[in-house]
T-cell receptor, first 113, second 114 residues
Framework: AQSVTQLDSQVPVFEEAPVELRCNYS??????LFWYVQYPNQGLQLLLK??????LVKGINGFEAEFNKSQTSFHLRKPSVHISDTAEYFC???????????FGQGTRLTINP | KAGVTQTPRYLIKTRGQQVTLSCSPISGHRSVSWYQQTPGQGLQFLFE???????NKGNFPGRFSGRQFSNSRSEMNVSTLELGDSALYLCASSLSGAAEETQYFGPGTRLLVL
């Protein structure tokens, strides 16, 4: 069974600093990879997704992620964060043709002024 | 286009009762999935419906059930509520449920079981 590990439960950073949120997955078959963001009292919003092709994926709000097949990782990055990026971030995988998403435990990103 | 809507947004029930949550997908979307979000277990897949048929099911007891109507609206039902069923229940829709499609999430229904 596939699983997703988000290595940090909380990440505090200063405003305008770069940030990386780490995600590793385990699967022996091809996967589709996603990053979602959840703001307080809201549902999930898609930041970006990797289906195939270029391993560097650009998303909304200045975020990008790099798919690394050999390390089974899909880390999320942003070169300069803003207060408005304070939220919880979820990495998710979808195995093969299944619609079901398997989520990591989430990383709470806190931006300090 | 309107997004995914879920009703009610908040609900308080007592142990042993049953509850029905509703989800209206984005217009034109025919696949609806349900997830449970709790602090301890995180986000877990409940089930997915497409064309009024359950296509996939997660590892939840039979007390959790769902259905989908011909207009793609979906409901989920939890019978004999337990304290541990307190959670945020999220509904997500996509066009046809293909693996490469984006799932669009609603704001959720927060259920508190006392």
């Amino acid at each position: 069974a596939q699983s997703v590990t988000q290595l940090d439960s909380q990440v505090p950073v200063f405003e305008e600093a770069p940030v990386e949120l780490r995600c590793n997955y385990s699967s022996s078959v091809s996967v589709y990879l996603f990053w979602y963001v959840q703001y307080p009292n809201q549902g999930l919003q898609l930041l970006l997704k990797y289906l195939s092709g270029s391993t560097l994926v650009k998303g909304i709000n200045g975020f990008e992620a790099e798919f690394n097949k050999s390390q089974t990782s899909f880390h999320l990055r942003k070169p300069s964060v803003h207060i408005s990026d304070t939220a919880e971030y979820f990495c998710a995988v979808r195995l093969g043709r299944a619609q079901k998403l398997v989520f990591g435990q989430g990383t709470r990103l806190t931006i300090n002024p | 286009k309107a997004g995914v809507t879920q009703t009610p947004r908040y609900l308080i029930k007592t142990r042993g009762q049953q509850v029905t949550l509703s989800c209206s997908p984005i217009s034109g979307h025919r696949s609806v999935s349900w997830y449970q979000q709790t602090p301890g277990q995180g986000l877990q897949f409940l089930f997915e419906y497409f064309s009024e048929t359950q296509r996939n099911k997660g590892n939840f007891p039979g007390r959790f059930s769902g259905r989908q109507f011909s207009n793609s609206r979906s409901e989920m039902n939890v019978s004999t509520l337990e304290l541990g069923d307190s959670a945020l229940y999220l509904c997500a829709s996509s066009l046809s449920g293909a693996a490469e499609e984006t799932q669009y999430f609603g704001p959720g229904t927060r259920l508190l079981v006392l």
